[in-house]
């Protein structure tokens, strides 16, 4: 089953207003989870590293007032697309990794974001 | 810092034929890890393989191996006996192998291969 949960799968939304977006790491405690950002027919981009009890690590050209990122637990990472403009309309992925003796990356679902 | 090349950016294969998608990549780092990661039209990443750089064995997973080449810094992946469920976006991606043995490191994506698989 998933270990990563991400909620919504799809949000429409009026320009101006701010849209949450959760990632959930269901079966480990995660001190880091990613977000990445999707434009369509391209691959997925490091937006930010979410750090639980810390600020989070945006990428350059990445807007850190725009996407807030909030790790509170070691199991829940938020995105808020503040003051949302249809050039933010995109799918937003997060993921966690695990680095062991299986070391894989793990995705939630995705949440497409289309402002209008 | 890394990059990761995949020069296909389309590719097709008739269903029971095999087709291989190149991937290259470039790196200072001498422990990493490279993945093959397939996004079908759900847009769920899937893991399909993945690849330790210290290991020179190539990876195998049912019919998807790899052609780890890590001298000339090359990733492909062969799909043997396609099926209509291989329709997918494939990107190559590589993650730094951290040097504690544990923590969270991101991944740096190719730019994908779209693969169609013909009936």
């Known amino acids: 089953g998933a270990v990563v949960s991400q909620h919504p799968s799809w949000v429409i939304c009026k320009s101006g207003t701010s849209v949450k977006i959760e990632c959930r790491s269901l079966?480990?405690?995660?001190?880091?989870m990613f977000w990445y950002r999707q434009f369509p027919k391209q691959s997925l981009m490091l937006m930010a590293t979410?750090?639980?009890?810390?600020?989070?690590?945006?990428e350059q050209g990445v807007e850190k007032d725009k996407f807030l990122i909030n790790h509170a637990s070691l199991t829940l990472s938020t995105l808020t697309v503040t003051s949302a403009h249809p050039e933010d309309s995109s799918f937003y992925i997060c993921?966690?990794?695990?680095?062991?003796?299986?070391?894989?990356?793990?995705f939630g679902q995705g949440t497409r974001l289309t402002v209008v | 810092a890394q990059t990761v090349t995949q020069s296909q950016p389309e590719m097709s294969v008739q269903e029971a034929e095999t087709v291989t998608l190149s991937c290259t990549y470039d790196t200072s780092e001498n422990n990493y890890y490279l993945f093959w990661y397939k996004q079908p039209p759900s847009r769920q990443m899937i893991l399909v393989i993945r690849q330790e750089a210290y290991k020179q064995q190539n990876a195998t997973e049912n019919r998807f191996s790899v052609n780890f080449q890590k001298a000339a810094k090359s990733f492909s992946l062969k799909i043997s006996d396609s099926q209509l469920g291989d329709t997918a976006m494939y990107f190559c991606?590589?993650?730094?192998?951290?040097?504690?043995?544990?923590?969270?490191?991101?991944?740096?994506f190719g730019k994908g291969t779209k693969l169609s698989v013909i009936p």
């Open positions: 991606a590589f993650m730094i192998r951290p040097y504690s043995g544990a923590g969270s490191y991101q991944l740096t």
């Open positions: 993921s966690r990794s695990r680095v062991a003796v299986n070391t894989e990356a793990f």
């Open positions: 979410s750090n639980e009890g810390s600020k989070a690590t945006y």
């Open positions: 079966d480990f405690q995660a001190t880091t």
